[in-house]
């Protein structure tokens, strides 16, 4: 019985579980988004959000904590060098899963992974939106009308002076 397991085993023993979640980490780090099966990504994401959470904190310790997980010093140095500046402000969140649909071969559920703050176009498109879009605040109504009603009367007065 598998009473209180949470995590998706993915079919594979632990060593091997734990390696390829240590690679695909590694490659999401280097290549910032990577194509992977929609429960490899899942897993994925429990599993390399705390590890690029301790990248807030570049001491050497979290240095060796993150080297023990992923075996890599590129990894490690790209993750506490750029990433880490990027995400330094987001309390969380940072990874983001977009669904494509299923793989011709076996149809399986495919998706992209990847870091939040490095999707350019979206972000592109959010700071368009919000170049866009107009602050306003909310006031009363009443000053609100009063600033209409005058201009609304000018063009009516001049039409029937005319």
């Known amino acids: 019985m598998r009473h209180n397991k949470k995590f998706n085993h993915l079919?594979?023993?632990s060593a091997h579980r734990k390696a390829m979640l240590s690679?695909?980490?590694?490659?999401?780090?280097?290549?910032k988004r990577i194509v992977t099966t929609l429960a490899k990504a899942k897993a994925l994401r429990v599993y390399?959000?705390?590890?690029?959470?301790?990248?807030?904190?570049?001491?050497?310790?979290?240095r060796r904590v993150v080297f023990s997980y992923?075996?890599?010093?590129?990894?490690?140095?790209?993750?506490?060098?750029?990433?880490?500046?990027?995400?330094?402000?987001?309390?969380?969140?940072?990874?983001r899963i977009l669904k494509l649909g299923n793989r011709l071969g076996d149809?399986?559920?495919?998706?992209?992974?990847e870091l939040v703050d490095y999707n350019e176009s979206m972000l592109?498109?959010?700071?368009?939106?919000?170049?866009?879009?107009?602050k306003t605040t909310r006031r009363s109504r009443r000053s609100a009308k009063k600033a209409e009603a005058p201009a609304a009367e000018s063009p009516a007065t001049e039409a029937t002076e005319e």
């Open 11 to 13: 079919g594979r023993k």
């Open 23 to 31: 690679n695909m980490t590694s490659s999401l780090i280097m290549h």
């Open 48 to 62: 390399a959000e705390p590890i690029i959470n301790r990248a807030k904190d570049d001491s050497t310790a979290s």
């Open 70 to 95: 992923l075996q890599n010093k590129e990894a490690v140095k790209e993750l506490f060098q750029n990433v880490a500046q990027k995400i330094a402000d987001r309390p969380g969140g940072y990874t």
């Open 107 to 113: 149809n399986a559920k495919t998706c992209f992974i």
């Open 124 to 134: 592109a498109a959010k700071a368009q939106e919000q170049g866009a879009k107009k």
